[in-house]
């Protein structure tokens, strides 16, 4: 059973129309929950890191929250340059343990 | 500054051939990480460092596979006797240690590795 879970897969939105991507994870000691971008032929790159049950970060046109359960990805007013594949990460132990990573949802914003 | 970074960018192998994929690090990170990215896959975790040692090497996936890291900083990955199954991208991310569980990770730009 996978431990982290995104969805949709993929997503295809219109310049503007706002929606969420979803993670879900089923790690029961939560010690934080990463978001990353990943552009093709590129590393992932750091967005937010969220700690606690009731948590929001924002950057631009990003929100991120969490639950007890799962996270949302907020985007509002996309614009194509926000096309790219955002992948979630748990960290279930302490320390430097190594992430658990979604499949990622891949993004397109069409103008 | 200078992100973490990776060499070779992308790599070709013939069966068999062994191969080594290098990282450099942030400077001051005192943790460095490998992971694996396969065509549809999420991220698969290979094996950590904090400084020199390798607390969990459990995402190793065969005795083929090894992992150094030098003086704290620049690490290899070495694959030996490489197969078709180990064309991937290899991506290398180091996090600062301080407060507990909440250090991010930077990633570099990754090795696209492909065995013909």
């Known amino acids: 059973e996978d431990q982290v879970t995104q969805s949709p897969e993929a997503l295809r939105l219109q310049e503007g129309e706002s929606s969420s991507l979803n993670c879900s994870y089923t790690?029961?000691?939560?010690?934080?929950l990463f978001w990353y971008r990943q552009d093709p032929g590129k590393g992932p790159e750091f967005l937010f890191t969220l700690y606690s049950a009731g948590e929001e970060k924002e950057k631009e046109r990003l929100k991120a929250t969490l639950t007890k359960k799962e996270s949302f990805l907020h985007i509002t007013a996309p614009k194509p340059e926000d096309s790219a594949t955002y992948l979630c990460?748990?960290?279930?132990?302490?320390?430097?343990?190594?992430?658990?990573f979604g499949k990622g949802t891949r993004l397109s914003v069409i103008a | 500054g200078a992100g973490v970074s990776q060499s070779p960018s992308n790599k070709v192998t013939e069966k068999g051939k062994d191969v080594e994929l290098r990282c450099d690090p942030i400077s001051g990170h005192t943790a460095l990480y490998w992971y694996r990215q396969s065509l549809g896959q999420g991220l698969e975790f290979l094996i950590y460092?904090?400084?020199?040692?390798?607390?969990?090497k459990s995402g190793l996936p065969s005795d083929r596979f090894s992992a150094e890291r030098t003086g704290g900083s620049v690490s290899t990955l070495t694959i030996q006797r490489t197969q078709q199954e180990d064309s991937a991208v290899y991506l290398c991310a180091s996090s600062f240690t301080g407060r507990s569980s909440y250090n991010e990770q930077f990633f570099g730009p990754g090795t696209r590795l492909t065995v013909l």
């Open positions: 990460a748990v960290r279930e132990g302490s320390g430097n343990t190594p992430l658990v």
């Open positions: 790690v029961s000691g939560l010690r934080g």
């Open positions: 460092f904090q400084g020199n040692s390798a607390p969990d």
